[in-house]
Structures are given as structure tokens and as C-alpha cells.
């Protein structure tokens, strides 16, 4: 495939990801992100494969940046899960 087709499904992708994203009910904000944090987990996956590849020293780089984007995404997706989790639990009455 060459550049240009690449890039126009990417730009697709980013369009009906923002548009998917938006419309979502507050109620099903929690499960989109557990889904979000298991898709992280994957890039992570590919991107050891890319950094342990013997090509070339690019890739390696790119891997290990991807790598630490990514569990970035996947530590703040649990904070950010934890804590809206927290703000569906009945909080204790003090009498």
C-alpha cells in the first residue's frame, strides 16, 4: 500500500473514534475503558516485538518509546477507571 492510502485509513480511523468515543453514556465510560487499557496491552505486545526485531535501530527506538507511551495509558486507565469505580459506591452515613 503506499503512503497515501495509509494515511487516509488512519485519518478514517481518528474520525470515527472521536465521533464512537463522544457518544457514549456516561453509564458505559468504565467498561470503554477497561477495553481501552486491553488494547494498550497489545501495542505493548507489538511494540517488544518491533524493538526486538534485528532490522533496523529505528525500530528498536520507535518500540521502546511505544512501549512507554502505552504504559503510560495503560497506569492512567486504571487510575482514571478506580476512580470513577469509586464514584458509584455508596458513601457511609455518619450518625
Request: with cysteine; aromatic share 12%.
Amino acid at each position: 500500500m503506499d503512503f497515501i492510502s495509509i494515511l487516509s485509513i488512519f485519518v478514517l480511523a481518528c474520525f470515527v473514534g472521536y465521533y464512537v468515543v463522544w457518544s457514549v453514556t456516561p453509564a458505559l465510560h468504565t467498561p470503554l475503558m477497561a477495553v481501552t487499557n486491553a488494547i494498550s496491552s497489545v501495542i505493548i505486545v507489538g511494540a517488544l516485538i518491533a524493538s526486538a526485531a534485528q532490522g533496523s535501530v529505528y525500530a528498536k527506538y520507535l518500540g521502546l518509546v511505544a512501549v512507554v507511551f502505552a504504559s503510560v495509558n495503560i497506569f492512567g486507565g486504571f487510575a482514571v477507571t478506580a476512580r470513577m469505580l469509586a464514584m458509584y459506591k455508596k458513601k457511609e452515613r455518619k450518625s
